[in-house]
């Protein structure tokens, strides 16, 4: 049991390094192909943040191990919801713009929304799974996602906080080369070793997928927001949760199904109507109070509700 939890803390930190190596070297690449750091961040360092996420469904996807592939997105999203945000907000209260309030809010609601019907299989394929069908389905949303959040910035541009360092074509290799690695080796660990934890513990895959798994790999998320908040630059710290939860949704699944189609247990159901409770509090919470700002005494309502929440779950598997 001490071996896997180490090996476990071992692979996400090879992740998470492997994830801050490539999204180094990759935006030191793109510069020297003189791409905006607009456009870095929304490919390159979008990505980097998602990786750990996207990294651990491929294996778990691969080995058919389909509750860790479900509990990782929908656990990292509720992590990111009520843990991340409600972080963030206690630090400083979240002024959130307009676009975001009725725009990307709504739009991570949706998909929480397209998730349950697909795989609860609401239009009749004949299995509850996300099938390659339904993985395309998301991979196009994603797209239209990622041109939406394109020209938006185009209209209103903000500071991203990219710090792009001029590195030397061996630098660029290595960092990419061994991020690569880290993320490679970093994954493979944590789904080994997950699956060990849980056969130990005698607990469902379902459960360390939710928690250990998805509050490890939304590690990067957790930084960024929080360093956001202490600079009181709203935008990201707001918006780097919203865009997470709509990437690990529409693109982390979409690949994972793409993979392999994954069996969906229906147990993950009151997971999801907690993501999407929770996303639509997050909406009413722009107009309670200060308008268009989420306010301490919510985002300590968010920690509450997700560490009762959590305790239920666990209280019902022992």
Not at 224 to 239: E, W, Y
Not at 271 to 289: P, R
Request: net charge positive; aromatic share 10%.
């Amino acid at each position: 049991m001490v071996v896997p939890a180490l090996l476990l803390a071992l692979g996400l930190a090879l992740l998470i390094i492997g994830a801050d190596w490539l999204v180094k070297g990759a935006s030191a690449l793109a510069k020297k192909w003189y791409l905006s750091d607009l456009a870095i961040g929304l490919t390159i360092v979008a990505f980097g943040t998602s990786a750990p996420e996207l990294v651990v469904n491929s294996f778990a996807a691969f080995r058919n191990h389909h509750d860790i592939v479900f509990g990782n997105v929908i656990g990292s999203n509720n992590f990111n919801l009520f843990i991340i945000l409600g972080i963030s907000g206690l630090i400083s209260p979240l002024v959130v713009k307009s676009s975001t309030v009725w725009k990307e809010i709504p739009l991570s609601l949706f998909a929480v929304v397209m998730l349950y019907l697909l795989a609860n299989d609401f239009f009749h394929t004949g299995t509850q799974m996300l099938s390659r069908i339904d993985g395309l389905l998301l991979l196009i949303l994603f797209g239209l996602f990622l041109f939406y959040v394109y020209k938006q910035l185009k209209r209103d541009p903000v500071d991203s906080g990219l710090k792009t360092t001029h590195l030397s074509n061996l630098k660029i290799c290595f960092f990419i080369l061994f991020g690569l690695a880290g993320l490679i080796v970093g994954g493979r660990m944590i789904v080994n070793n997950a699956i060990d934890i849980a056969s130990a513990l005698g607990v469902s895959e379902q459960i360390i997928g939710l928690t250990i798994v998805a509050a490890g790999t939304s590690l990067p998320e957790l930084a960024t927001s929080v360093v956001a908040a202490l600079k009181k630059n709203n935008d990201i710290a707001i918006g780097n949760i919203i865009g997470s939860n709509i990437f690990n949704i529409f693109l982390i699944l979409s690949v994972s199904s793409l993979i392999k189609p994954i069996h969906y247990n229906t147990i993950f159901n009151t997971d999801l109507y907690m993501l999407a409770a929770g996303t639509a509090f997050l909406f009413i919470a722009m107009f309670t109070g200060k308008k268009k700002m989420m306010d301490r005494w919510e985002a300590v309502i968010l920690l509450t509700s997700y560490i009762g929440f959590t305790l239920y779950i666990i209280g019902k598997e022992l």
